[in-house]
């Protein structure tokens, strides 16, 4: 690579890791802090190893990239010297990568294990990136088995863990970044029990964590806090102040900057107005919701929350709305479409995508082909507890499907079905 040459290899694992030229700079300081040396990069010396204009690193600096990115720097794109025989070392496991969360499926729990042992004295970027790594093991776990107490204790850990890091903060960027995954841990549990339909515990975790993405000054986290917001509003049948807190969510400013976002505050609303009764304003808000999604950017990174939301989700939602004002032909259609494109993966919202389904075939008289498709939510969360938002989903199935069939058979085989399963979860 000579001095005129870009260092994409670089570029590449600092875009996979979501640094700017800053953030990699304070990362690489706060490795060779604790380490005992004094940490002089700069955004600068970072854009010379970008462009080439610095070939080689210092030692110390290699070191720390080294174990930062698990990589050799010739593996980063880096060059020694010609003529000069340097022995290839052999990386650190990368920190940018390490999970802090050891999760297991069933009905075992979640716990939280050491990250690392902080320097007394700083933390840096390199420790808010290791922390903020275990959001995404929390968001594969609620994936597969929905929201549930293990889950929920193992986010306010690392809230807490987050908050008592303040002290040791190398800056007030640093400071505010904890405050931000703080604010989404908090935000997590409080998902967690929103759909374990714990509406105590979920109100008080919200509070908190509007809280805490205020002090980080997140508006990505003030829309995530906000559409849970709503959601809490709809469980509680506050539906006014489910639309209330779903317009809150447009407000905020990452709606602007983010069509998906935008997209997600509209979709939250519409839900709102249907379940109010406001046909025009509830599709009005449904095709808002449409119109940003098309104009949002797929591969724009994004936090792992809000991976669940995309077409697939949005056509779940259309199916919700569309079955409150009463076109339950509308809304079989929508939960066909988002069943087929919800990721397998996504197991509790692919039952509440079937439950949906089988809910609108029953509201169009189709009885036996309603059981049918009810039936098969269970299959999705098998060796899964089904969570408390999918049984009362499955709860307002049955209460329908008594009213509508009191007498039919299938209606009773399909009642001693969902005792059965609700006493295993």
Known sequence: ???????????????????????????????????????????????????????????????????????TAEELGFAPPAGRHTPTSTPEPPVLRRNFLTATTGTTAAATVPLFAPCPHIVGTTDVIRLRTGLDTLMTLDDRRGGHEALERAALNSSRQALDM??????????????????????????????????????????????????????VAELRVWNSYAMLAHQNREYTKAVDAAQAAQACGITRRDPLFDSLAHARTA?????????????????????????????????????????????????????RIGDSAAAEA???????????????????????????????????????????????????????????????FYRDLITLAPDAGIAREWGDRFRTEWSRS
């Not at 005992?36 to 970072?46: K, L, N, P």
């Not at 792992?304 to 779940?316: D, K, R, T």
């Not at 509201?363 to 498709?373: F, K, L, R, V």
């Open 1 to 71: 690579m000579d001095g005129t040459q870009l260092n994409q290899r670089l570029q590449e694992h600092m875009t996979e890791a979501g640094l700017t030229q800053t953030e990699l700079a304070d990362a690489v300081n706060g490795y060779l802090t604790a380490a005992g040396h004094q940490g002089t990069v700069s955004d600068r010396t970072v854009r010379h190893w970008l462009t080439g204009k610095t070939r080689w690193p210092h030692p110390r600096q290699r070191a720390a990239l080294g174990a930062l990115f698990g990589c």
């Open 166 to 219: 303040q002290e040791q903060a190398a800056s007030q960027r640093v400071r505010q970044r904890l405050f931000s995954i703080a604010a989404d841990y908090t935000a997590t549990a409080a998902w967690s029990a929103i759909d374990a339909r714990l509406v105590g515990r979920a109100q008080q975790h919200l509070d908190r964590a509007l809280y805490l993405a205020g002090m980080a000054k997140d508006p």
């Open 271 to 323: 839900i709102g107005h249907a379940t109010r009764g406001d046909r025009q304003t509830a599709l009005r808000s449904l095709g808002y919701a449409h119109e940003a999604l098309r104009k949002a950017e797929r591969d724009v990174p994004r936090p792992s929350w809000v991976a669940f939301y995309g077409p697939a989700e949005l056509s779940a939602i259309t199916a919700i709305v569309r079955d």
């Open 334 to 396: 929508a939960s066909h479409r988002a069943l087929a494109s919800i990721p397998a993966q996504f197991h509790r919202n692919r039952a509440l995508a079937t439950t949906r389904l089988a809910l609108a075939q029953l509201h169009q008289g189709d009885i036996e082909q309603a059981c049918a498709t009810a039936s098969a939510a269970f299959d999705h969360m098998a060796g899964y507890p089904i969570p408390g938002r999918l049984r009362s989903l499955l709860g307002d």
